[in-house]
């Protein structure tokens, strides 16, 4: 049973505008959240993570935005630019709960920016 | 910067043979893992150390098994590859929640091995 679901299999956005990847979490034990992006042949990279203590974290172009009662994430990339065109995953981790560490991964969605 | 290594990055294997794959880090990580990537599926977790000589099962460990004996170094098993064993497989590790500083849940990823099993 997927416990980080990322209902969007896909997403097109032109340059320059506002890219929003959107998650979605079951466990209430869930206390951090990353964000991976991954290109073609390669391994997922880190891009971002926020604590449940917090409901916003900026870096640069990408902002992750947290709404614990809803139990939702996005990600905001502005602006778009065509190098990130990748595929994203978004992830959760309950910390010192039973799961020793793992991350728990979404089915990814695939971000094409077109010029 | 982390860097994590997998032995090969293409590897072609016959069906019934057993396969080895490689996977070190050089950050004195204490967690490493063993994930599968397939088409629309996303990442698929198939075993987990979190320290030398421990191991856990993940969501799909059937068919595999795996090694740790050094810290550095987590290996994969496919004891009889099968057809439906081709994949991108993909190791990672992570300092773990005994760092004791900030979270230590942030994995790091390798290139991954593209298997096929004919």
């Known amino acids: 049973d997927q416990q980080v679901k990322q209902n969007s299999p896909s997403l097109s956005v032109q340059e320059g505008r506002i890219s929003i990847l959107n998650c979605d979490y079951t466990?209430?034990?869930?206390?951090?959240f990353l964000w991976y992006k991954k290109y073609p042949a390669e391994g997922p990279t880190f891009l971002i993570s926020?604590?449940?203590?917090?409901d916003k974290n900026e870096d640069g172009r990408f902002t992750v935005f947290l709404n614990k009662s809803a139990k939702h994430l996005s990600l905001h990339i502005v602006p778009s630019q065509p190098g990130d065109s990748a595929v994203y995953f978004c992830?959760?981790?309950?910390?010192?709960?039973?799961?020793?560490?793992?991350?728990?991964f979404g089915r990814g969605t695939q971000l094409t920016v077109w010029p | 910067d982390v860097k994590v290594t997998q032995s090969s990055r293409y590897l072609v294997k016959r069906t019934g043979e057993k396969v080895f794959l490689e996977c070190v880090q050089d950050?004195?990580?204490?967690?490493m893992f063993w994930y599968r990537q397939d088409p629309g599926l996303g990442l698929r977790l198939i075993y987990f150390?979190?320290?030398?000589?421990?191991?856990e099962k993940g969501d799909i460990p059937e068919g595999y098994s795996v090694s740790r004996e050094k810290k550095e170094r987590f290996s994969l098993i496919l004891e009889s590859a099968s057809t439906n064993q081709t994949s991108m497989y993909l190791c990672?590790?992570?300092?773990?929640?005994?760092?004791?500083?900030?979270?230590?849940?942030?994995?790091?990823f390798g290139p991954g091995t593209r298997l096929l099993v004919l």
């Open positions: 990672a590790s992570s300092l773990g929640l005994t760092s004791g500083e900030g979270r230590g849940e942030t994995q790091y």
């Open positions: 466990n209430s034990m869930f206390d951090y």
């Open positions: 926020i604590s449940s203590i917090k």
């Open positions: 992830a959760a981790s309950a910390g010192r709960g039973s799961t020793l560490g793992r991350l728990y």
């Open positions: 950050m004195d990580h204490e967690n």
């Open positions: 150390s979190y320290d030398v000589k421990m191991k």
